[in-house]
């Protein structure tokens, strides 16, 4: 069994290579696992809960049952990757095409149909730079509707296929491209894509988390209104080697709500084009200044912040624990599953304060995030 | 989309039956009830956000 265990506070996390999947178990749970490791059978383990750890029969059963079922999920045979060959896709597929450019790279990037175009091109449209006939391209991204599906080719590749339902890990993969790209990276590469909202001030990062509509990107505007440089929204990689956000160009969506507020400080807000998420849901995106966001930013993370705004609530903001973290993190990100990232994962997690923020008050917010900014930890 | 794509397809998702995902959940339901045991799965691809099929409406 491939694993990684490391003691998080007074918890073990137990990492399962195969399923890449995280357990947070008691001190005496890893005991049993560690003693079915060695090569107990389930009868000695249960006489080993019995006996050496004083359970009654009952619990002793439950927990070596589920160490059995641990082991036995990390053993199944995981489907390999799938190779997509490139006769799949029409060789006559017309693209409309534009050239997007950031870090002093051009990347050529296609789509096969307008609507596609119109789903991904408006996050990424203020990258867009004039053909030139002396730019040398750093890649090519064609994004293509065929039959139904979506494709994905990076430098005439087929990295992948999804259906309309998956379409959003389509764009995270469109993401990637663009990131590996402009940064000359590849998967490898990243420890981790939080789904999160980062912003930064002399090389220290804040990463605001939280499900959906938890606030983080209205907040994360906010601070670039005050002070703060926006790294990233929606999207924020980690990268491995130097264990910092990396910044990542795509437009913020804004709210209908906050309309008002950012036509009142962003003068170009007013001409950005109106779009819905659904009927009922309007959001203009507010793009980067094209000064600030033209080169790749590393920066370190001060503080991760889970993130809740509430129209009348209290305002207050709240150290939480590592493990609480964990638990909030992971089943919201994507982690990469190489075995050496993961620890320098486990590593970082162990050791980056976190905290929970609940405000409905934007001054509050900017003095917490500017005081988050100055502790020393 | 013929069966063959569709199946190619499942691979690349690794979906599970609903049956499946609830027999996989009920396996650790009761020692995750002794508050000893959390199980955390990360995301299995790099996702973001974005504007759904223009037309949908939902």
Known sequence: MQFLVKKIESKEVLWLQKTNRYLILEPFFMRVMNEMIKGLTKSELIDFCIYKLSFSAKKAKLIVDACWNIKQDNELEISKQVIFSEEELPAELEYISYTYSYNSKHLNVHYSNVALAERIHPKFKHLCKDFDLLSVFSGLICVSEFRGLFYLQVNHCIIGKWLEYDFHFLLGKFAMALLNLYNNKSDIDWLAVLHASAVCKDDNALVFLGKSASGKTTSTALLSLNGFTLLADDFVPIESKSIKVASFPAAVSVKESLFYEFEAHFPEFKKSRLLTKDKRTKFKYLYPNSTKTQESKFVKTKALVFIKYTNNGDNKLLKINQITALQKLIPDSWISPVKENVVLFLDWMEEVPCYELHYSDNKYLINISEKLMNDEH | ?58
């Open chain 2, 1 to 58: 989309m013929n069966s063959s794509e569709q199946s190619k397809l499942s691979l690349n998702s690794k979906r599970i039956s609903r049956r499946a995902a609830l027999k996989k959940v009920s396996k650790y339901a009761a020692v995750t009830a002794l508050g000893t045991f959390l199980i955390l799965n990360p995301q299995k691809a790099q996702a973001a956000s974005g504007p759904p099929a223009p037309g949908g409406g939902f």
